[in-house]
């Protein structure tokens, strides 16, 4: 079952970046957040994909700045901007407590902007509930696909607005 979900997924966001790369907006409002937990290093490792034309005009609308996420003389403003919004927009909770995201970074993928996350000292996982509206200030129609992973072991869901959350347990 989940071969066949992550399939559906791919589909699903290659139609959905087939609208930009012709030149026409994506008909579709859709990010991807994905928690791995890494039990090496004991932590909790994220990344969220959004498109990056979305993201820009809700940083533009809730911050009222000048955002250019591509623009390298905006780096470090950028980088404000995106901690501020996405520790506000997302949240974690691992094995029943709220757990602190510490912001890493962002890169421009195409038309898509990948952002890192981190949470340390989380010494082995049972559960972990993901609250995730990114972007539902902006649409709402947005979709949220969400994949929490451990060791080989893989969920996977789509929150839709206006529901928030998952919580997978191992």
Known sequence: MHLLNTKFV???LVFALSGIINGKKHPLHVSTTEV????KDKTLEISA?????????ILVKLYKQKTDLSNPALKQKMDELI???LTTHLQLKANGKSVALN???FEIDHEATNIYLEV???PTIKSVEVND???YDMFDDQMSIVHIVKASTRKSTKILYPDKT???NF
Do not use: C, P, Q, W
């Open 83 to 85: 901690k501020k919004y």
């Open 103 to 105: 912001y890493i970074g």
């Open 120 to 122: 340390e000292k989380i």
């Open 10 to 12: 791919t589909i699903f």
């Open 133 to 135: 509206t990114i972007l």
């Open 166 to 168: 998952f919580t997978a």
């Open 36 to 39: 791995n937990f890494n039990a």
């Open 49 to 57: 994909r959004i498109f990056t034309d979305d993201f820009e005009s």
